[in-house]
């Protein structure tokens, strides 16, 4: 299969460059009859645009959604949708000082190496441009998860460079520019983020992501495992570098005692789980965690070579996000939206209303 | 798809519970002429057996592969391989303490959330048994990997809870049975599971799996990236919480300036991104890391509920390792090649032999 | 993906070569619940097998079939189904007369251009045999399909060579080796194979498979329709070179105003589109016809070159049928099932329990 | 997976509606480097557009297509490719008089079952007007055929109701309006027509098929057959009915003595086989036929159901195609060079550049 779709019963495919006419998709798989509108799509397209805040990239693009096909009268269809935004701001800019070469970071290098080629304005493909594609397929999934099964994904910013952030407030998230759920932190981020754009540097994150409502019995075994396919997911946004479902990494040092979630009649007295057992949904509280990198677009000079093997030391000059992981907290959401919706559609197809009347917690 | 699946070129297939008849695996995808016998694959399902060593499950399974299509006069046929494993250690077992009790811990109360009814003996197919037919497929591919083109797949523990292990000395890790790479260690480990032995309790781990030799251009942007279905692979091993790829959750502590791998005409002067730019592969060594949780089959009595909502403190009696970490090695290193071969038949299908005089680390 | 396998959420993936050891199959995505023996799948297995009749090859497999995993306490638990038979008639032949030529007619030479090299045993894996296994998978989704929902798939022998065959009875094409439904043309039928056999010459044939009580609305626009996946299924079996829905070739001489099925309150008034329209189940007959061609293991002598470009004159020695569309009937039944089967839990996936008030036929 | 994409490592995906905005696709895994402009995918665009004779609908739509991403200065990146043609004859049409009855013959009735609702407007998803981009898609693939190994795919009418027509110039296909390879037929056609556009009615016609150039190796044991494929990629043509690979139909009366394909040190001697031996593809000419129902859009008088149940009789006014099966000339030729495509590459990916020096016809 190429690259460029994610998902089974509900797959969604996505083209664009950076500096391309358009960015589009194809969301497969929607049921019919699910109310949707262009609105339903531009509210999470706003949350990740650039130039929201003063922190985030100073590209200037309204990211304005058409829904082409597969809506009619109001509803969804049945039939394939066809989503398509138009890149405004190509700026016709000079990219001689990066076409021949390698930004030490990036992946201008790897396509190369792969396709004999690239497209080098402004990242061409593997700009995270690409990604305003997949908040607007994963509004479609939020939506439908919403009103089908009362399923919410929301997720929010944890930490910041040595910031760790508590989710203390959800309410929080949606009031600043960080998706901050630690507002007495507010302060501490601003001031980081103020004294890195002095710099030229950036900072890593960490994003949480979460589901409620997910109804149990979602996931395959043994390869398409619910968590599996979590993990996919995230690691497929751009400069993420690890995934942890539940406690994650913390497990290593942790006692099987002291791991396990016991179950009275009350249901799960704990979710270390991150709810997800043997691959398959548990009912309780679907937790992720996601690292993302510091982006490599820093105006710190870095070493690297041309293509034709001269040493250079290169800045990247323009627009900058000091630190990118903030914009990740939609594409998280959208991303753990369109798993959940592929998996239950999935469980729908194989197993039906398989509903036992279990206690559950 | 249904979910017992991995890999789009080359796919593996796997069936099999851990009380049932026997297990088994399709292997579709080999390229023909490639000499292959069941000896090849007996090496690293013995790795991973049971029984190896006192530290491990004391399940006495020889774990005897046979290859029953797909090879002819010693070579593959590029026809789908058959592998089977009987089981014969079936011993017939008293099940009537689990049947109707779901183990904390275990896929117990998600299976039968999903499928309304579930293979209680030994955890059916959600025991860790169904591992051995992903290191059997494994060994097919690490066999075809380091044969046409010298790409080597490994992996070693390092962490067992508190204890960190260092990646000293590759050629140790086949010499202890903990898959060490740091002999300085091996004491404080060998107590360490003692000490767990005694108190009926487990403990988590980590495990490093890397790949040398690996082209540069491996990969699919967006959704297939390599570092995406690495994190599937490996987060789809029973136990597995979280998967970090080069230098995963540290890099949200790091600035820009230090996280980039600059290049020189040498080459990369760093792999913190651990051999995958954009998700594509940049010719480094791929470093990724695993956290497993601690066994929930522990002695340690933990509170559970009945299928009829009854209370109960349950323990699990029988075989038992204190730290299924230490087996994940072998099977970490069966999937990283699974989903390399993958990536390089997809390569070689949509752009061929790619190879452009670049300069490389 | 590699070609072995068939379906989405239903999927089946089948290995095994004529004179391997055993051939194999995994049936995934079957729903739990649905009681299963080795008995329900050998009754079309015997009816397949060779050595049924002296019509059809002497070869002498009990095909006898095992389950190895899914099913627990006699019903299918959900996970994947491991099927297997042995071949226990692999002569110890002598293969040095057709090692090194192509027969003509076989896909000798398409398959040693592909890999480069063949087991040339018996065809290998371009062996008719391997749709044992084709048959063992659709025992499976025919049950499933009369158990959940009435839906029965049946096929008989239309014609063979000039003589053609009306469906008149379908309670007799189980009473005779020719799967034949029109009583009065079974001695016809007899003579001619008899007349084959002794000019060693072999004729091609017509089936036609039907599916009654298919409910309405499977199948996917635009390529994943209901035909276009049947026309895939059926076309995959050996020998076939036509398919047709409904009226076939015969819609190209027809008029517009008699070809479509006109509706009233009693319901469609004919069946020329075959169950089918725009890709979608009516409701009505599901109707396809295949067409098979003769054999070529004949005993009339045939030119051909051996691999180092020599001329030879073969003769195609031992077992042979002189028709094998007589086989193909339970292969085709099982290939429909196959397809209605995976639309089916499609459908449920996408619209889950979509049924509106409507009239029908 | 959701149905509206076909291929595997060469994927197309397409949306849209026949009186929506607008019909896209996107087009996935092509090889990088291969010069591509809009100008390519017009001229087949042209060629099946609707309007370019009297003897088609006179809907009036330029159907120019927009290439969105995936070429960068004139050649594909490797990255997916993104269609767009805008609909602009969107007329603003009265359709209460078919928005509530089930035309008979078309897709009405099953999208309403399968979905519940429908986009009702000129057959919304169901219409032909998506086979535009199938063309566009195909367009691709045959460039890319031809650029890199000479592969020629064309299509062309061989019976048109009851007349039958010689493939006897391939350079006067182009040069009629009826794709008509038989000159001293072209009279006829034009008086049937004539005849038919009087009587309010339509015809069914026969389309043929072929690719030369096809190397030896393509197709899949055993399910992804290229003859399956191929069977699964015609079948999906709005109207047809029928496939037949070589001598299709006709090899039911055949003996095995005369259909069977002779090799001398020359090559094949013959062709029943369309090029296509045990799946794989032989080397030589790949043949197609297909079967396409006339159209159900005619005025001569039907009877059908209302959605409440009412019985009327209907006429389908405005835009009318006596023979749609004229249009399916380009749709065929670029369904069958999508599948090639997708064969060639996965034959490359998984076999490599096999090239065994065995005599060929």
Redesign the interface.
């Known amino acids: ?6 998902g ?4 969604v ?5 950076s500096h ?5 998709c ?1 969301v ?2 929607v ?3 699910i109310p949707l509108t262009e609105a339903d799509l531009q509210h999470d397209l706003d949350r990740r645009r650039p130039g929201t805040s003063r922190y985030t990239t100073q590209r200037r693009e309204p990211d304005r959604v ?1 829904i ?3 809506v ?1 009268e109001g ?1 969804t ?6 989503l ?1 935004i138009e890149n405004t701001d190509q700026r016709s800019q000079d990219y001689s000082a990066i076409k021949d070469l ?1 930004r ?4 201008d ?11 080098y ?1 402004g990242g ?3 700009s995270a441009r ?1 990604t305003a594609m997949r908040v607007a397929a994963g509004a479609i999934a939020k939506k439908y998860l919403a009103q089908t099964h009362a399923i919410q994904v929301r997720a929010c910013l944890t ?4 910031i760790p952030l508590e989710v203390i407030d959800w309410a929080q998230v949606e009031q600043n520019p960080f998706f901050c759920p630690d507002p007495a932190r507010i302060d501490a981020l601003d001031e980081l983020m103020r004294a890195l754009k002095k710099e030229g ?6 994003v949480t992501v979460v589901a409620d409502n997910v109804p ?10 619910l ?10 946004i ?1 400069a993420v ?25 009350a249901g799960f ?1 704990s979710n ?3 709810g ?8 309780q509280q679907i937790v992720a965690n996601i ?8 105006t ?1 000079p ?4 041309t ?1 034709d ?1 001269k ?1 250079v030391d290169m800045i990247t000059r323009g627009r900058h996000d000091p630190c990118v ?1 903030i914009r990740a907290v939609p594409i998280a959401e959208a991303m753990l939206a369109i798993v959940l919706m592929d998996h239950l ?8 209303d ?1 509903t ?1 009347p ?2 559950r917690g």
Chains 1, 2, 3, 4 share one sequence.
């Open positions: 299969m190429a690259g460029n779709s994610i089974q019963l509900f797959r495919t996505t083209f664009g460059e391309g006419p358009a960015l589009g194809i497969d798989g049921p019919p009859g058409k082409l096909s597969g009619f509803v269809t049945g039939t394939s949708i066809g398509l390698f030490p970071g990036h992946a290098y790897t396509y190369e190496q792969k396709y004999g080629l690239r497209d304005r061409g493909r593997s690409e930490r910041m460079g040595d540097d950036s900072i890593g994150a960490k149990p019995g979602l996931g395959e075994p043994v390869f398409d495992r968590d599996a396919d979590i993990a996919h997911a995230l690691m497929s751009n570098k690890g995934v942890e479902i539940g406690d994650g990494f913390d497990v290593i040092a942790m006692r099987g005692s002291e791991n396990r979630d016991e179950i009275t009649r007295q270390h789980a991150g997800v057992l043997g691959g398959i949904s548990s009912g690292a993302l990198k510091p982006t490599s677009s820093i710190v870095g070493r690297t070579v293509r093997g040493e992981g559609l999935r469980q729908r197809g194989q197993n039906g398989v036992i279990l206690p």
